[in-house]
Every structure is written in structure tokens, then in C-alpha cells.
């Protein structure tokens, strides 16, 4: 087998699932002793921590940038360093990714899909899914799998390897110091989502559904993790419909599994999901989850078993099942215990093996 460097692109500026995702990899390849590298968002998130663990990391200013001009200096770069693998975790690392194997059609293209969408495909976006110079697909979930294939990607070059959760992180933990540190009040239950505030993620379903509960009941917080561009809107909203003593905006936290550990029930009420990574922590953290028939969180859940599933924007039947599981604590228990050992299928070294295994087959093949 030919030796082989991996050189990574993800452009993404903050670090959320699809950059932890990319620090992961290429940590376990630094440690595996593969060379790797990763082209970067200038003055990004991800940057930084790469940096931090000693893997080389290549930046671009995020905006304005020549793509002819920097594939040819990241031509350069993997002449040098000997990255002959170039894995492009984003869209604009997959534009990038093509330019390259167009300047040098001996390296070798990879492209993670994360993310699924119901829009039409122009031209260009079906170029881009059916170019030959694209060696592998990876699709995070059954539903971008499904996706691919749609657009007229060949089977043979689509595998699907899931996201994968770091299990020593993500756990179940002590939560009182994380209570006291953002001033959450007692309650008997407390319900809780994870996401950025945006209009895919619909947290106003998961509020809808919150204030037909505050009818039935007063012995539950909802704690919402994450900000974005609608969280104006999602507080009048919260206003508007008077329940700000049943819902707690923490904006950005860092100590996710205090947060999920916390709950007892987890919800991720979004119109699709790539695969939904937020859902299988939560369930690592041995909570409880529900999700919206949005695409590739359906992997995770078997339904009654290791969670629940409620049709996209419908906040009647969120409602039922919420307070289904704080009626029913045997069943919120074992919903929470089963999906916690599904969990246990997404460990972060056995999805990274998966990835070693699929450049190994490629170093084949040069």
C-alpha cells in the first residue's frame, strides 16, 4: 500500500458538530502516526484547537477568497508536506477539494456529507455530487445516503459512517456545581434541547409544545443550549405565549454533558437533520430522547425503545409524548438506559477506524 498524508478543509468559522467532527479525525490520525493537516477558516474555532494538539493547519480568509489561487497554493502544500488525500468536511472544502484534483488529478478527492436538504439541486450542485474526480462519498446517516444516491451518485462510491461521539466526554456526570454556575432553579423534571437558534432547528414546535404542558402541570423547566439569529424572536415568542417561568435560555455553554446529564427528557424538533449528533450525546449522557421525523436521527431512534419520534412541526403530539415520559418513570428510565448503550455504537475511535479503513482502500488503488 502506497503511503499516504491527509490533508482536511472545513471552512467553518465557529465549532460546532461538523468541526468537532474534523478535530476528532485528525487528532486520531496525529496519534496514529498518519500524516495529516487541515485547511482552515482564518482566526476560526477550529484553527485554534488543532493548533493545540500540534496539527498543522493551513488558513484561509474565510471571505473573498481566490479558489483558483489558493488550490494551487494548497497544491503546493501537499507537494510538500505529502498529503496525497484531500478530505473535504464542508461545501466550500468541497469546492475546493474539485478545483484541486483538477489541477492534480493524482490526488485523491473524499467528501463527508453531513447535511440533507429537500431543495432542487441546480447544475452545478449535481456537478459537483456526480464529478468523477470525487473518489468517495461519506454520508453520515441513511437519509444522505439516500440523498447521494438520488442525485446520481454510483453506490460504489458512497459508504455511510456515522458522526461519531467521544464516550469519555460524554457521559453521564455530577450536575449540581452546573446548576448552581447558571443559576437553574429546582424542579422536578427538566426537559431540554441543544441547537443553534436558526429557522431549520424550529425550537418554536418544542415551545408550542412546552406551553400546552405548562397547562397540565407546573413541576418542569425547559433549558435551551445554543444561539443564533432567531433567538430575538424565539424570546418574544416565549413572552408572547407566557411561559418564561417554564423555559431558561442559557445561550452558549461549554459543559455539555452537565447540561445533558441534567435532563430528563432531551428534544431536537428540527425540519431535517444530517444526522442529528446533539441527539446520540444526549443519549450517552443517559437521558431520555425525542425527535422529529427529520431525516438522519431516524438511525438512532427505534421508537419506544431508545426514544421517540413525533412528525415535523407538530407540537400536539410533542406534547403527548413529553408528558407521557414525566408521567411514566419507568419507561423515561428505560428509554434513557437503552439509548444510552445505542450511544455506545457512535464511539468517536470506532467512526474514525471506519474513515482509516476507507483512505486504506483508496492508498490501494493509487
Do not use: W
Amino acid at each position: 500500500m502506497k503511503q499516504y498524508g491527509v490533508l482536511h478543509i472545513d471552512l467553518g468559522k465557529s465549532f460546532r458538530g461538523g468541526q468537532r467532527q474534523v478535530f476528532y479525525l485528525a487528532r486520531f490520525l496525529k496519534e496514529n502516526g498518519i500524516t495529516t493537516g487541515c485547511v482552515v477558516a482564518s482566526g476560526g474555532e477550529l484553527e485554534k484547537r488543532l493548533a493545540g494538539i500540534g496539527v498543522s493547519t493551513f488558513p484561509i480568509n474565510y471571505r473573498g477568497y481566490d479558489i483558483v489561487g489558493e488550490s494551487r497554493r494548497i497544491r503546493r502544500i501537499c507537494a510538500e508536506m505529502g498529503y496525497n488525500i484531500v478530505h473535504a468536511h464542508d461545501s466550500h472544502g468541497h469546492n475546493i477539494a474539485l478545483t484541486l484534483a483538477f489541477i492534480d488529478s493524482a490526488i485523491r478527492v473524499v467528501v463527508t456529507r453531513r447535511v440533507i436538504s429537500s431543495k432542487p439541486k441546480n447544475v452545478v450542485s449535481r456537478f459537483k455530487y456526480n464529478s468523477k474526480s470525487v473518489t468517495l462519498f461519506i454520508a453520515v446517516s441513511t437519509a444522505v445516503e439516500r440523498e447521494l444516491l438520488d442525485l446520481g451518485v454510483p453506490d460504489r462510491r458512497v459508504v455511510h459512517i456515522p458522526s461519531g461521539v467521544d464516550l469519555h466526554y460524554f457521559r453521564s456526570v455530577e450536575t449540581d456545581g452546573f446548576r448552581t454556575s447558571y443559576g437553574i432553579p429546582d424542579s422536578k423534571f427538566y426537559i431540554g434541547t441543544a441547537s443553534a437558534l436558526d429557522d431549520n432547528k424550529d425550537i418554536d414546535t418544542l415551545i408550542n409544545a412546552i406551553s400546552k404542558l405548562s397547562y397540565d402541570r407546573d413541576d418542569f423547566i425547559l433549558l435551551v443550549a445554543g444561539d443564533g439569529s432567531r433567538r430575538t424572536e424565539v424570546e418574544k415568542l416565549i413572552d408572547f405565549i407566557e411561559v418564561g417561568k417554564r423555559v431558561k435560555m442559557l445561550g452558549h455553554i461549554d459543559k455539555m454533558p452537565e447540561f445533558y446529564s441534567l435532563l430528563d427528557v432531551f428534544v431536537l424538533s428540527s425540519r431535517s437533520e444530517g444526522l442529528g449528533t446533539s441527539l446520540i450525546e444526549a443519549g450517552a449522557c443517559d437521558t431520555a430522547p425525542v425527535v422529529s421525523e427529520c431525516g438522519g436521527p431516524l438511525d438512532f431512534i427505534e421508537e419506544g425503545r431508545t426514544g421517540f419520534v413525533f412528525p415535523v412541526e407538530d407540537d400536539e403530539k410533542l406534547y403527548r409524548i413529553i408528558g407521557s415520559l414525566l408521567d411514566e418513570e419507568q419507561l423515561r428510565k428505560t428509554v434513557a438506559t437503552n439509548a444510552a448503550k445505542r450511544a455506545s455504537e457512535y464511539g468517536i475511535d470506532v467512526v474514525c477506524r471506519e474513515v482509516v479503513e476507507q483512505y486504506n482502500r483508496i492508498a490501494l488503488q493509487m
